[in-house]
């Protein structure tokens, strides 16, 4: 079974610039500069020159470049090792590659339907050990200040003494 190509049908080349919200249906290419919002019937994908000051909407989304603004893709956000993404994702998968920057919050799978429910056992649990935890955590402090106090007025006993 053969993988299904992406047919580009608008290329944005590089050193040119779109300023305004741009939209378009099937994939897009960008090398150059979108100052506004993208709004892509299936996949965008940002050449390693391309920047976008603006949110994207799209199916796919494959970063090279630069995207100041939020993404929201309910597909896949692949972003390679060239990308530079300040601003939240909202995807069903993510890709990031090694040196790749991302700066934001990523929302994942957030379909509630399917979503299980947590059990509320195991929550009360946690939320059990890790109050345990902390009690011991303030009990060894506690302790190491007794003793560290102790120390102390035994050293300044002996001084007096000498």
């Given amino acids: 079974m053969r993988k299904k190509e992406t047919q580009i049908t608008t290329i944005i080349g590089m050193g040119a610039e779109c300023n305004g919200d741009f ?6 290419r960008i090398d150059g500069t979108i100052n506004g919002n993208v709004v892509v019937t299936d996949t965008v994908i940002v050449g390693a020159a ?3 000051n603006g949110d994207i909407n799209a199916q796919k ?4 470049g630069e995207v100041y603004g939020n993404l929201n893709v309910p597909e896949k956000v692949e972003l390679t090792s060239t990308a530079r993404v300040i601003g ?9 590659d090694e040196k790749a ?8 799978n957030q379909d509630t339907s399917k979503k299980p429910r947590p059990n509320n056992k195991a929550v009360k649990a946690m ?10 955590a303030l009990k060894e402090a506690e302790e190491a200040e007794a003793s560290a106090a102790v120390e102390e007025t ?3 006993g002996e001084q007096s003494l000498g």
């Fill in 23 to 28: 939209s378009a249906e099937g994939a897009i």
């Fill in 50 to 52: 391309g920047c976008i």
């Fill in 61 to 64: 989304v494959i970063i090279g």
């Fill in 88 to 96: 939240d994702i909202t995807t069903g998968g993510l890709v990031i």
């Fill in 101 to 108: 920057v991302f700066q934001g919050r990523c929302d994942m």
């Fill in 127 to 136: 939320k059990k050990t890790a109050k345990a935890a902390v009690v011991e």
């Fill in 154 to 156: 035994t050293d300044s």
